[in-house]
C-alpha cells in the first residue's frame, strides 16, 4: 500500500513544499503555466491513452474555461466597460458578459461549458460511430474554427489579442508574489487531485471498459455495453479538466488569447503526451511539463529551433519508443530485473 | 424462443439471405450448416442486430430484434461470438471474464474497482478450465485458449440464447475435443446456436441441424437425416458427402 503511493507522494511534497521555497516568483509562475498544460495532459491522457479518441481540439475546451474566467477578471476590477471594448467602440456591457461578473458562474461556465459542448458534439459523432482520424480531424477543425469566431467577434472577445491586464483575484492583487505562490499551490493542488481521481477511474472497471473500447469498440458492443455513451462521457471529462485548466491559466499567466488555444497548442500538448507516454497517465503529466520547461529554455537559447527539435522528438518517440518515456523506462526496468 | 419469418438480406443486389424461416425452441442446441456465402455468419448478424434484414420479422422471447441497438439485444439475454476471436489483449483473462460480467450494472457504478471475483466470473472460469491463466494477460492466450475465454465471456453474462459462430476453426484435434465437451455442458442449460463446418464435430455433438443454401433453408432435421438427404449431398457437389464438408476454405 506504501509502496504503491510512494511516488505520488514523493512527487507532491517536491511540488507542494519544495519547489515554492526554491524556485524564483519568475520560475514558480513558469512551472505553475506548466503545470496547467499538464492538467490539459491528464484529460488527453484518459480520452487518448486510455479511450483511443485521439483528439486535437483540447484548446476549444481550454479556451472556453480561460475566457470565462477572463470575462470575470474583467468584471471584477469595476471602472464599467473592459478596456479592450471601449477600444472597439462597444458601448454597453453586451448581454453574454452580464452573468459572468458572478465568480460562481464564471468558474462553473469554465467546467461546465466543456463538458457540455464535449457532451453535445461526443453523442453526435460517436453515435454516428466516427472514429480514429476522422475523430482527430474534426477536433483540429474545430479548434481552427473556435480561433476564427474569437477573432471574428473582436468587440465581445478582444480579437487576436484576446485578453490581458488583469490586476486582481477575489480581492488578491495579482502582482503580489504571495498571490502567484497562492495561485501556484491552487494549481499544483487540483493537478494532485485530478491525477488521482483519474488513476482511480483508469484502474476501476471503467478503467477497463474504456481500454476494451479503445481496443475493440464492437467487441464492446456485443458485451451489452454503448461504447458511443463510454466515449461521449470520457470526453466530456477530459473537456471538463481543459476548461479548469484554461481558467487556473489565466490569473497564473495573465493572458488569454486565440494563439493559446488553436490548432497549433493543441497539437503541442498531444505531442507531449506521446512523448511522455500517453499509456501512463503519469507520462502525459511528465510530458507536458518536461516538455513546457524544454521549449521555454530552448527558446531563450535559440529561437525558432524549438519547433524543429518537438517535429524531431515526436518523430523519434512514435518510431522508437511508442509508448513514450514512461514506456521506455519500464521496459528498462524489466530488462534489468529479467 | 428464438423465431425469425421469411428473412431477406441484400447486400448491392445479391441475396444473402432469401425468405429465411427458423425457429430454435428453448433449451436446444441447434447447428446451422451450409456451404460458403450460404448465409450462415449473415443469419447471426440479423438476429444480434450487425446486420439489418431487408424484410422479415425477427423475434425472440416476444420482443422484435430488427431495429435494436446490437447491446440492446445482449441486454435482452442474446450473446455471441465471432469467426475470428477477440478478446482484450491488454486486460487480464479475468478482467475480460468481469468486464462481461457486469455488462448490466450502470455506468457509474462501474467507477469502483473490482474486488476479488463475482460468481459469474468464477463459474466462467471453472467452466473453461482457465483458472489457472486467470492473472494472465490475455495477449498470451493460445488460439483454443482464447475461443474459450470469448465463451466463457459470454457463459458469464448468463444469456439465455448463444449464437458460436465456427468455435472449434483452427483448432487442434484435442482442442476440439474439449471445446465440444464444453459445449454439451453448456447446452445442458442454454439454447445455444453453432455455425460449424466440421462434420466430425457434428456427428459427435449436434442433435438439430439446419442446412443453409443460397440463403434459403434446404433442410432441418436430425445428423443422420441430413447427411442421409440427396439435397445436401448435391450441395456439397463433387465433394465426398462424409469428410468433404469438414474442408475450410
Known amino acids: 500500500m506504501i509502496r504503491r503511493h510512494l511516488p505520488f507522494a514523493t512527487v507532491a511534497v517536491i511540488a507542494l513544499v519544495a519547489a515554492p521555497l526554491l524556485l524564483e516568483p519568475f520560475r514558480l509562475g513558469l512551472?505553475?503555466?506548466?503545470?496547467?498544460?499538464?492538467?490539459?495532459?491528464?484529460?488527453?491522457?484518459?480520452?487518448?491513452?486510455?479511450?483511443?479518441?485521439?483528439?486535437?481540439?483540447?484548446?476549444?475546451?481550454?479556451?472556453?474555461?480561460?475566457?470565462?474566467?477572463?470575462?470575470?477578471?474583467?468584471?471584477?476590477?469595476?471602472?464599467?466597460?473592459?478596456?479592450?471594448?471601449?477600444?472597439?467602440?462597444?458601448?454597453?456591457?453586451p448581454a453574454l458578459w452580464v452573468p459572468f461578473a458572478n465568480p460562481v458562474f464564471a468558474l462553473g461556465m469554465a467546467v461546465l461549458g466543456p463538458v457540455a459542448l464535449a457532451l453535445v458534439l461526443g453523442t453526435l459523432v460517436f453515435r454516428q460511430r466516427v472514429r480514429g482520424a476522422y475523430f482527430a480531424?474534426?477536433?483540429?477543425?474545430?479548434?481552427?474554427?473556435?480561433?476564427?469566431?474569437?477573432?471574428?467577434?473582436?468587440?465581445?472577445?478582444?480579437?487576436?489579442n484576446g485578453m490581458t491586464n488583469f490586476f486582481e483575484l477575489f480581492g488578491q492583487d495579482l502582482a503580489e508574489d504571495s498571490t502567484q505562490r497562492g495561485l501556484y499551490l491552487v494549481v499544483a493542488g487540483v493537478l494532485g487531485v485530478l491525477y488521482l481521481a483519474t488513476r482511480q477511474l483508469v484502474q476501476s472497471r471503467y478503467g477497463r471498459l474504456l481500454v476494451a473500447v479503445r481496443d475493440g469498440e464492437d467487441r464492446v458492443r456485443f458485451l451489452g455495453y454503448d461504447p458511443a455513451l463510454v466515449k461521449t462521457v470520457t470526453f466530456a471529462a477530459s473537456a471538463g479538466m481543459a476548461g479548469l485548466a484554461g481558467a487556473l491559466f489565466v490569473p497564473v499567466v495573465g493572458i488569454i488569447s486565440p494563439a493559446l488555444l488553436g490548432v497549433v497548442p493543441s497539437l503541442e500538448l498531444v505531442v507531449a503526451v506521446a512523448v511522455g507516454g500517453r499509456h501512463a497517465l503519469a507520462g502525459a503529466v511528465l510530458g507536458a511539463v518536461v516538455m513546457g520547461y524544454a521549449k521555454?529554455?530552448?527558446?531563450?537559447?535559440?529561437?525558432?529551433?524549438?519547433?524543429?527539435?518537438?517535429?524531431?522528438?515526436?518523430?523519434?518517440?512514435?518510431?522508437?519508443?511508442?509508448?513514450?518515456?514512461?514506456?521506455?523506462?519500464?521496459?528498462?526496468?524489466?530488462?534489468?530485473?529479467? | 424462443m428464438l423465431e425469425l419469418r421469411d428473412v431477406h438480406v441484400v447486400f448491392d443486389g445479391f441475396r444473402a439471405l432469401d425468405g429465411v424461416d427458423l425457429t430454435v425452441p428453448e433449451g436446444e442446441l441447434r447447428f446451422l450448416i451450409g456451404p460458403n456465402g450460404a448465409g450462415k455468419t449473415t443469419l447471426i448478424d440479423v438476429i444480434t442486430g450487425l446486420t439489418r434484414p431487408t424484410a422479415g420479422s425477427v423475434r425472440f422471447g416476444g420482443h422484435d430484434l430488427v431495429g435494436r441497438k446490437e447491446h440492446r439485444i445482449v441486454r435482452l439475454g442474446v450473446g455471441r461470438t465471432f469467426q475470428t476471436s477477440v478478446v482484450f489483449e491488454e486486460l487480464t483473462v479475468v478482467e475480460n471474464l468481469d468486464l462481461a460480467a457486469s455488462f448490466r450494472r450502470p455506468l457509474w457504478s462501474l467507477?469502483?474497482?473490482?474486488?476479488?471475483?463475482?460468481?459469474?466470473?468464477?463459474?466462467?472460469?471453472?467452466r473453461t478450465g482457465l483458472e489457472e491463466l486467470a492473472e494472465r494477460s490475455a495477449g498470451v492466450l493460445s488460439h483454443g485458449q482464447r475461443q474459450w475465454l470469448e465463451i466463457g465471456m459470454l457463459l458469464a453474462q448468463r444469456p439465455r440464447l448463444l449464437l458460436l459462430d465456427e468455435p472449434v476453426a483452427g483448432?487442434?484435434?484435442?482442442?476440439?475435443?474439449?471445446?465440444?465437451?464444453?459445449?454439451?455442458?453448456?447446452?445442458?442449460?442454454?439454447?445455444?446456436?453453432?455455425?460449424?463446418?466440421?462434420m466430425e464435430f457434428l456427428r459427435r455433438h449436434a442433435s438439430t441441424v439446419t442446412v443453409l443454401h443460397e440463403g434459403k433453408v434446404l433442410v432441418e432435421g436430425s445428423v443422420e437425416q441430413v447427411s442421409a438427404d440427396p439435397r445436401v449431398q448435391e450441395v456439397y457437389l463433387g465433394r465426398r458427402s462424409t469428410d468433404a464438408v469438414g474442408n475450410r476454405p
Open chain 1, 137 to 160: 480531424i474534426l477536433t483540429q477543425a474545430l479548434a481552427a474554427a473556435m480561433v476564427i469566431l474569437l477573432v471574428g467577434q473582436q468587440g465581445l472577445t478582444g480579437g487576436t
Open chain 1, 296 to 338: 521555454t529554455a530552448l527558446s531563450e537559447q535559440f529561437a525558432g529551433g524549438w519547433l524543429y527539435l518537438q517535429g524531431a522528438l515526436f518523430i523519434l518517440v512514435m518510431t522508437l519508443a511508442p509508448k513514450g518515456v514512461v514506456g521506455l523506462a519500464g521496459r528498462l526496468r524489466r530488462a534489468r530485473t529479467t
Open chain 1, 31 to 93: 512551472l505553475a503555466k506548466y503545470l496547467c498544460y499538464a492538467i490539459v495532459a491528464l484529460g488527453i491522457g484518459l480520452a487518448w491513452g486510455q479511450g483511443g479518441m485521439l483528439t486535437l481540439g483540447q484548446g476549444v475546451f481550454f479556451g472556453l474555461g480561460g475566457y470565462s474566467m477572463a470575462m470575470y477578471l474583467k468584471l471584477a476590477e469595476g471602472g464599467g466597460l473592459p478596456d479592450f471594448m471601449v477600444w472597439s467602440g462597444v458601448e454597453e456591457l
Open chain 2, 111 to 126: 467507477a469502483r474497482r473490482r474486488r476479488g471475483v463475482s460468481e459469474a466470473v468464477a463459474e466462467a472460469l471453472a
Open chain 2, 171 to 198: 483448432m487442434s484435434g484435442d482442442e476440439r475435443e474439449r471445446t465440444g465437451e464444453l459445449l454439451t455442458q453448456i447446452a445442458a442449460d442454454h439454447t445455444v446456436i453453432v455455425v460449424e463446418h466440421d
